[in-house]
């Protein structure tokens, strides 16, 4: 075991689209600017953690010089260390808790280590590397009380932490030791070898910064069974990707994959749902429109077709709208790709009816050094507050300036800086369904059951995140 794991926990596209993983391998695996800086926040946290100390104590240091991804290293500054520390006091304040609520017990502190979950399946595939577990075990009797992971995030995307299969397989791979049976840790399972869990979300960018499901709370439905069973319906979706012919299904998870077209791949799934979307939402009983033939042989065209379903939107049912409105995104991708076509070919001398590679808007600029051009322009007697306006400091601009504490920007914020609402804009937003308390409590066999080569994993809107 080594690398990146193939089905990374990470990874929150296979459980929902096995294809992905194929589709996906045919690009570099590169990470991007905010996922190198995160990094960085993640290399102090460790740090931290092992060395006992706090997070300003490596303010204006340099931390991981040669490090693969970003071989000059992390500048800390006093903003990392802000955000670092917050994840420090909820790990202390863990283990201050754990030990009370448990008598007797010591709390594991565990850094940057490896969970397998897909070891209690024979995979060998499926692991990932946790960055905080707590172990909470009696001292006498050696019986684990309490399992927590803690997943740490250093970006602003809100995630959910509800069933989120990346904390699911950590806490799934940490308790491994002690509900499987056998010198292979596999089935059967006994989940009562760990008395209780918990999977907790420090993110210092979002409001609150803690977010966990516990067994503590009955309705968070995360008992250690809970845990197998959960673990026990994503391994299901594990074994769809072994197929080579595995299928892509579209959905939000495509947002980052490798292969979305937005991004530069090839995939086209999303958008041929799209379009399958709008062609099936005209009622085909309607007379007068006639169906497009396999051949096109009669009827009419396909973009015809189309407009005939959009020239008249208030014919079209709510449901009907929200339909076409959220295949925009995927038909949109279609003709940007067609687009990149048409100018590549005319920019190889082929021929495109109707269209032509011709210059843009124009624009002016200096014709000498912004040195030259002060110096001109002072002598035709302008002022140097004509010649580089200023501007006052945006709330967001000061409210990140390093040079303020806390407890200063806090006090800017409630005497200087309100919030204006944004205009009403359309967004999308989850699906409302109602769901009776029996149905919330379905279990997660039900919740996999469908796992097919059609339909992999349901979603259950914002329910269940996998970012």
């Not at 740490?152 to 995630?159: F, H, I």
């Not at 499901?213 to 072994?242: F, H, N, W, Y």
């Not at 580089?388 to 967001?396: F, G, N």
């Not at 029996?438 to 995140?465: C, H, P, Y």
Request: proline share 5%; charged share 25%; glycine share 6%.
């Amino acid at each position: 075991m080594g690398g990146h794991a193939r089905l990374g926990p990470s990874n929150h596209r296979w459980p929902h689209c096995p294809g992905s993983v194929r589709e996906e391998a045919n690009y570099p695996d590169v990470s991007g600017e905010a996922a190198i800086d995160g990094t960085g926040s993640h290399l102090l946290l460790e740090m931290c953690l092992d060395n006992n100390v706090l997070a300003i104590q490596y303010d204006q240091q340099i931390i991981g010089a040669n490090h693969p991804d970003h071989p000059s290293g992390w500048l800390v500054g006093i903003e990392r260390c802000n955000r670092v520390q917050m994840c420090l006091d909820y790990v202390q304040r863990r283990v201050n808790e754990l030990k009370m609520e448990h008598e007797g017990c010591s709390v594991i502190v565990e850094t940057e280590s490896k969970a397998d979950p897909g070891g209690m399946f024979g995979r060998d595939d499926w692991y990932g590397t946790c960055d905080i577990t707590l172990t909470c075990v009696h001292l006498q009797t050696n019986e684990v009380m309490f399992v927590e992971v803690i997943d740490y995030k250093d970006g602003r995307g809100w995630v959910h932490v509800k069933d989120n299969s990346q904390l699911l397989s950590y806490l799934a791979g940490k308790m491994r030791p002690y509900v499987t049976s056998g010198p292979d840790m596999v089935r059967p399972f006994k989940p009562d070898g760990v008395k209780g869990c918990r999977m907790t979300i420090v993110q210092p960018k979002t409001n609150p910064v803690v977010r966990y499901q516990c067994s503590t709370k009955p309705e968070d439905r995360l008992t250690p069974s809970d845990v197998i069973d959960k673990v026990t319906g994503l391994s299901k979706a594990a074994r769809l990707t072994d197929n080579p012919d595995a299928p892509c299904v579209s959905g939000k998870h495509c947002q980052w994959c490798k292969a979305n077209p937005k991004r530069g791949g090839h995939c086209v799934t999303a958008t041929e749902k799209s379009i399958k979307v709008v062609t099936n939402m005209f009622d085909v009983n309607n007379t007068d429109i006639v169906p497009v033939t396999s051949d096109n042989s009669t009827g009419v065209s396909a973009f015809e077709y189309i407009s005939k379903v959009v020239s008249d939107p208030k014919s079209l049912t709510s449901d009907q709208l929200s339909e076409l409105m959220s295949s925009k995104d995927a038909l949109m991708a279609a003709f940007d790709k067609c687009e990149a076509e048409i100018v590549e070919r005319l920019n190889t001398g082929q021929h495109v009816s109707g269209y032509a590679m011709q210059p843009g808007r124009s624009s002016k600029k200096w014709n000498e050094s912004e040195e030259e051009v002060v110096k001109k322009l002072k002598a035709k007697k302008l002022k140097l507050d004509d010649i580089y306006p200023k501007k006052l400091i945006s709330p967001a601009q000061v409210l990140k300036l390093g040079k303020l504490t806390d407890v200063q920007k806090k006090k800017l914020e409630s005497e200087l800086i309100s919030v204006v609402e944004g205009k009403l804009t359309l967004k999308k937003v989850a699906h409302s369904v109602a769901q009776s308390d029996t149905d919330k409590l379905q279990s997660v066999q039900e919740m996999f059951a469908d796992v097919s080569n059609e339909n992999v994993v349901s979603d259950n809107g914002d329910e269940i995140s996998f970012f």
